[in-house]
């Protein structure tokens, strides 16, 4: 049997946060379990585009339980400022959907200084997830869900470079980005297991 968004469970008192939520699968994920009954916490950094991506998604589903939160993952302040807003206002969370990526722009740096694809992809998600988590742990059947790429089958970890001061090749990093990603769920996984 194919399995299709029509398999998703009801997801009734459910809350999820899907990072990058006013465009492409971000914006499909949410469009997608919003229908379910899941109330989906659409994040964006710009919050014109997150109130134009909430407008659209009510005009297909206007019983969708929605809300905009502004995040930045190529900033700490921002991300933190989003968890404290968040948590001020949930006592669980169900599913957190770590989507953003940023991909291919021309040598460019988070709020930190780390090169923008290793910072927003990975450390965003990395710091976001990790500030989240004791909320995550504390609710009962709850989910963390990092987006990949095939790209991470290119993609090598260059310590000796992370931040890409040395030199930039914008495809390689947007590959070590992934490729952390990846790794980076893998190992959450192993510890969750134990």
Known sequence: MRWTHHNIPDQTGTVTIVTGANSGIGYETARLLAPKGAHVVMSSRNEERGLEAIEKLLAENPLASVELGLLDLSSQTSIRRFVKSFTSKHDRLDLLVNNVGV??????????????????????????????????????????????????????IDLDNF??????????????????????????QKRLDA
């Open 103 to 156: 991909m291919v722009p021309p040598m460019s740096v988070t709020d930190e200084g780390f090169e923008l694809q290793i910072g927003v992809n990975y450390l965003g998600h990395f710091a976001l997830t990790g500030l989240l988590f004791p909320l995550i742990d504390e609710t009962s059947g709850s989910r963390i869900v990092t987006v990949s790429s095939l790209a991470h089958r290119s993609g090598s």
């Open 163 to 188: 931040r890409g001061e040395k030199h930039y090749v914008a495809w390689k990093a947007y590959a070590q980005s992934k490729l952390a990603n990846l790794m980076f769920a893998i190992d959450l």
